[in-house]
Each structure stands twice: as C-alpha cells, then as structure tokens.
C-alpha cells in the first residue's frame, strides 16, 4: 500500500488563504465552541525552555509541542511544533517557526505537513478579534498596542474587523525604532485610521477603549491605576500588566483557564499561585460566551481584563481549512510516505 503526505510550504498556505483574518476568527471561534461542547481533545502544551528561569527563556528561546484532535466539520487530529529563537534577527530570521502535522482521526496516520509560522501568527490575532468582539465596548474608537512585533498587525487587524468604529491606534514599544517601522506599514494599508506613537503610556491608556498587550515582558507596564471605565484590557502573553488591573475588572475572562494556570507567566496566573485570585472568580472562558452559557460586554461601564495563552487546536483548525482547500485545489506537493 502506498501513502502519501500533502507538503504545504508557506507559498502553498499563502495561496490557501491562511491570512484570511476573517476566515481565521471563524476557525477561532469555531474551535472555542467545540471546546466548550467537549468535542476537541487538548492534552495540554509541552515545554521545552533552554535554561532553567523566564530570563533564561526569553534569551535562549523555547520549543513547544502542542497535540490536539477538533470535531465537527473539522475532525481531524494534528500538533503544533513551534521553535522560538529570540536571537533569530541576529541572523535575519524570524523568531517563531512552526510546523504543522495533521492525522487522519479515523486511521491516525498523517496527511500533512504543513508550515504554520502565518498560522501560529494569524490565529493570535484572531483570538485577539474575538475578544474584542464579545467584551469591548461597541463603540470603541481608541486602541492603544504594546509591542510592535510580529503580533501587532494581525491583533490590529482582527481589532478593526471587530470594532470597524476604532479611529485612533496608539503604538508603544520599548523600542521605538520598531514602533515607527510598524506604524509606517499600517499607514499604507490602513489610511484611514490615525496610527502613532506613545509619548505618554499613561495618557495614551487612559484615553484606550481597548489595550492590547503583544510583549515579552516580565514585568507589568500597564498599572490598573489608569484603566477607564469600559475599557478591555488584553494581557495576551507575559507578565505585562499589573494585578491592579485584574483587581479593578468587573470581569476576568480567558481563552483556556487550566492552560493559563499551567504556563503560569501571565497576571492573573500569578495571582492565582499567590492565592489572590481564585477559581470562583473567574468570569468565563471564551467558549462559554460563545455558546451563551456566560453573558459578555453587558454595559458600557465596565472594566473586563482578558488573558489568552492559547491551544494547539486553534492552529489545527486554520491548517485544516487550508489542507481542505489543498486537496480540492492540487495545491502543495505530494510525498511518499510509505512505499
């Protein structure tokens, strides 16, 4: 018996429409409900840091195993790969490299090998989108975004997909060479929206209906002090805001509770290990919301803090419409598996 495996490069999956932002917050969405409905199988992540603190990691990079199985229309298996070498741009390479390796749910055998670095980019962004949809406010027309790295485009993006009323984005990263590299690129694609930088964080936060936190911080940098009423705050990697702004939320809303508490680097992680926030105070997840179990944004007053870390399964997702699409278009190439 033969079998082949579909190669998918990142060419193939661009062809593919992996950064369809809109397609992508389906997938996200998609794969939170089925969560939620307890059709996915999420064995957790594996991590592999090269030393021994977040210091360590932060310098020496991580890679990370992420397996999964999602029904529904989607009812396929697969694992994330995800290397993470934060001295990469010494070398003119990116930071994050990602594979993506699908199985067949039935056989379990594997039916493609597909790059997920846009993937493991885009479905961020649209976990960021769908937050935005369900706890800001409808009106929300200031967005500050702290970190002008690789995430900022498509939390951007999926943010003004989310909330077409956003006018003004605020950008801030301790380097502001990179703020400025990213603000010029979004001018051209987004003229229409007044993109600058931070002079003043604090100012600029306190004017935010929405912060949105893509960093490697392991120190917060956004105080609690100067969220305004209505306003989401997105802790959506590290260490980057402080336990003010969870202590001041009406509500603390997350992508996956256990995952969170497992990685442990986010606010509300910590405070969780610390014993100053418990289990029964956590609001809701996102599945929870999008299957109505857990109301969302409910006024324009409140203040919702929001932490995502993230699951295997929304990569899978996003790979398998692509693979879909593959297997319908002749896209990518064939290779012998077994001969």
Known sequence: MNIDVL???NKAMQSLGVNDMKEAIHDVKRAYMLSEQGDVITPGKCVMPWGKTPEDENAYGRINAMPGYIGGEYNMAGIKWIGSGPMNYKKGLPRASVVVILNDAD????????????????RTGASGGVAVALLSRMDASVMTICGA????????????????SLRKVY???????????FIDKMHVKYPAIDISMVDDLEAAVKSSDIIDCVTLADAPFIRGAWLKKGSLVMNMADFEVDYDCVKRADKVVVDYWEAIKHRMISTVALMWRDGLFSDSQLHAQLGQILTSKKPGRENDDEIIYFNAVGAGILDIAVTIRCYKKATQTGAGIKLPYWE
Not at 171 to 181: F, G, L, M, S, T
């Open 171 to 181: 950008v801030y990263d301790i380097k502001p060479e990179h703020a400025q590299r």
């Open 107 to 122: 056989t379990k055998l594997p039916v493609c090998i597909a790059d997920g670095t846009e993937v493991s980019t885009i």
């Open 7 to 9: 190669f998918l490069n």
């Open 149 to 164: 790295g690789a995430q900022a485009p498509t939390q951007l993006e999926a943010a003004l997909i989310s909330r077409p």
